[in-house]
């Protein structure tokens, strides 16, 4: 019969072997889907771990580790809404060294679907996050406009309403700095003219106002600054309150003539 010569043919042996294949292949195709659902948890719970100490970094360091470790589980628990894991387990932990961080770690499990005739029954997974933050070495500039027109304003004028403004950044600076040298802060005068103090004066000042006032020019261009040594040199146009550049020891004076315009 057919069945019977089909089954004495010695000739070839592709069907044992396609029998034997049989369940190894089933058994990857099978694992690929597993590992397919346990990478999406993975994913959704890693997600849910960035989020949460993210969250627990902004009131970390006013809370009990009790207080923190309840608020991280059920802010987690908010997040992770898979199904098809296990509870996860969430534990996280506030620490100063080396800047404020905190870690938030989650562990859960994924039963699988076709693995299990390999003998695995479940797939861990696993994600954490750490949440680093401080202010060391803040710089900070304030530039504050005290003009005249600062004076206007009803019923508030604008310099009161800078001068409050400017307290309440300076407090908080002050709250967010848990050692000496965190935050600095520099103040600088937006205006025209600063007094940088009598002691800070040279007599190697030049008072352009004095020239102006005399010459009824406003553009200085071309002079040369001669040395009492007897050299002579071009000089660079020198800005309003800024001392002409000389030689070292020498004492300077300004004798050419400048282009002007009126």
Known sequence: MLFQRFVEDRSASVMPLLALAAIPIAGLIGASVDYSRAAAVQSAMQAAADSTSLAMAKSAASLSAAQLQTNAQTYFNALFTRTDAATPTVAVSYSTNAGSQVVVSATSSVDTMFMGIMGFRQLPVAASSTATFGNHRLRVALVLDNTGSMAEGSPTTKISALKTATHNLLSQLQSAATTNGDVYVSIIPFNRDVNVGSSN??????????????????????????????????APTPTRGRPPTTAPGTAASWTATRTTTR
């Open 201 to 234: 004066y040279t007599q190697d000042w030049v008072d352009w106002t004095d020239w102006d006032t005399k010459h009824g020019s406003n553009v200085q261009t071309g002079q040369t600054c001669t040395t009492n040594r007897g050299a002579t040199r071009a």
